[in-house]
């Protein structure tokens, strides 16, 4: 539901809970006016792509310590 305010809180879960594999991606579908953080502990965002009010945001996990 991307819509909702769910996206920021499944991120945070995701990294909190290590729930993404080394090399995973990520995808958050999200509206354009609800930016998310560009990092979220070890989670980057690669790239985010916008489609009319959508936005499709792509996080993988940084290999930095």
Known sequence: PYKSDLA?????LVERHQL???E???V???LKSS???????????GSIR?????????????QDD
């Open 28 to 30: 958050i579908e999200h």
């Open 35 to 45: 930016a998310l953080p560009e990092n979220c502990g070890k989670l980057k965002a």
């Open 24 to 26: 995973g991606l990520l």
């Open 50 to 62: 916008s489609y009319g009010q959508t936005s499709l945001s792509f996080y993988f996990l940084s």
């Open 20 to 22: 993404l594999a080394p």
């Open 8 to 12: 920021f809180k499944i991120l945070e």
